[in-house]
Structures are given as structure tokens and as C-alpha cells.
T-cell receptor, first 110, second 117 residues
Framework: SQQGEEDPQALSIQEGENATMNCSYK?????LQWYRQNSGRGLVHLIL?????REKHSGRLRVTLDTSKKSSSLLITASRAADTASYFC??????????FGQGTRLTINP | DTAVSQTPKYLVTQMGNDKSIKCEQN?????MYWYKQDSKKFLKIMFS???????INETVPNRFSPKSPDKAHLNLHINSLELGDSAVYFC????????????????FGPGTRLTVL
């Protein structure tokens, strides 16, 4: 089945820097969602962007969507140690299910 | 109050045993899911129920059987456990299955780490 692919697989930056993660997908979508997973925990929904939207903001998060390139990016500004987690994109394919990528493991160094 | 809860959090068992994982959501959602996350963090959907009706049944061995006694509960029973079943299993719920209105935003439980010896 089709799935989103996050890039990079792992990212390590200094606290205060911005972190950018990318997601590519293969089929047409209704929406694209980003989730965060802290170690040993379940996924937490961060933000949803609809297929007719190009950019969305939520606090320090900025998501863009380019449906012509079938890609999305998640930008976390002014990173904090608490942002250390894995980040997943999920694409809504067809009527029934979200398909998750393998995630980007983000480490924020103090 | 926990929105989506799973029990147990950890499950260690021998090959060949039968085990169950329970899930409950108190969000009033219509749709519930089971996902399997492997050691490489790949999250794959296994089942989805909408109002107690099975909607999605991915290519999962029939040793795995979901049961939804009501729309707030979705349990997962696994027969004849194998080494390859070791993973973290997540239950999730969503308001419904609509993509346009964002009704498919998933709320995840804390996970059940299953280890088969």
C-alpha cells in the first residue's frame, strides 16, 4: 500500500534552532496530518492540512502542502528540548484510512 | 480522564499462547482502530471499526480477531502467538471517517508492548 515517506529519517539540532521535516506521498489525498510520538508513548495529533490549503500555522509549528509535488513540510521554530520526539505524517487515502510514514526522529540538544 | 486507554501496558508471554488487549475510549467517537508498530517505528493499520461494524481489515493473520462489544470498546484477541507478533500495539479512535472535515484525526492510546518469548 502507498505510504508517506519522511525525510530525513533522523535529525539532530541545537536548542533554539529551527527543525524542518519533509513528507512525500504517492496518491491524491483529502488531507495530510502530522503527529508527534514521544518515546514510549502513543502518537499525538499536531496539525491537519486539507488538500485545498497550502500553509497552516499552530504556535511554533508551520506546515506547508504542495499537492503538485505531493509533498509536505513541518517546520518547528525555536526548538526546545521537549520537542525531542518522532514526527510522523499521515495521508488520508480514499474513504477509509490514514497511512503513516516511518517518521523522522528529532533530537534537540541542549 | 484518559481519552483512549489500553490494558495491559506490557504483555510478556510464551509462543503459542492466546492473549487479549483491551481498549476503551471515552470521547464519544464512532470509529476505533488497531495499529501495529514494529521495531523500526513503522505504524501499520490492522483493523478499523465504525459503530461496531468492521470497516478495515488489512492483511492480518486470522489469528488476530478484533471484537467491538459497543462503540466505546475495541478489543484485540490474538491466538497462537508467534515471535513475529512482538511489537507495540496501539488503539486509536476518531470522531468518524470523514477526511474533509478532519473527522479522521486520530486519538491514540498509550500502547501495549507485546513480547513473545
Amino acid at each position: 500500500s502507498q505510504q508517506g515517506e519522511e525525510d530525513p529519517q533522523a535529525l539532530s539540532i541545537q536548542e533554539g534552532e529551527n527543525a524542518t521535516m519533509n513528507c512525500s506521498y504517492k496518491t491524491s489525498i483529502n488531507n495530510l496530518q502530522w503527529y508527534r510520538q514521544n518515546s514510549g508513548r502513543g502518537l499525538v495529533h499536531l496539525i491537519l492540512i486539507r488538500s485545498n490549503e497550502r500553509e497552516k500555522h499552530s504556535g511554533r509549528l508551520r506546515v506547508t502542502l504542495d499537492t503538485s509535488k505531493k509533498s509536505s513540510s513541518l517546520l518547528i521554530t525555536a526548538s526546545r528540548a521537549a520537542d525531542t520526539a518522532s514526527y510522523f505524517c499521515a495521508t488520508r487515502q480514499g474513504a477509509q484510512k490514514l497511512v503513516f510514514g516511518q517518521g523522522t526522529r528529532l533530537t534537540i540538544n541542549p | 480522564d484518559t481519552a483512549v486507554s489500553q490494558t495491559p501496558k506490557y504483555l510478556v508471554t510464551q509462543m503459542g499462547n492466546d492473549k487479549s488487549i483491551k481498549c476503551e475510549q471515552n470521547l464519544g467517537h464512532d470509529t476505533m482502530y488497531w495499529y501495529k508498530q514494529d521495531s523500526k517505528k513503522f505504524l501499520k493499520i490492522m483493523f478499523s471499526y465504525n459503530n461496531k461494524e468492521l470497516i478495515i481489515n488489512e492483511t492480518v493473520p486470522n489469528r488476530f480477531s478484533p471484537k467491538s462489544p459497543d462503540k466505546a470498546h475495541l478489543n484485540l484477541h490474538i491466538n497462537s502467538l508467534e515471535l513475529g507478533d512482538s511489537a507495540v500495539y496501539f488503539c486509536a479512535s476518531s470522531q468518524d471517517m470523514s477526511g474533509r472535515a478532519g473527522g479522521d484525526t486520530q486519538y491514540f492510546g498509550p500502547g501495549t508492548r507485546l513480547t513473545v518469548l
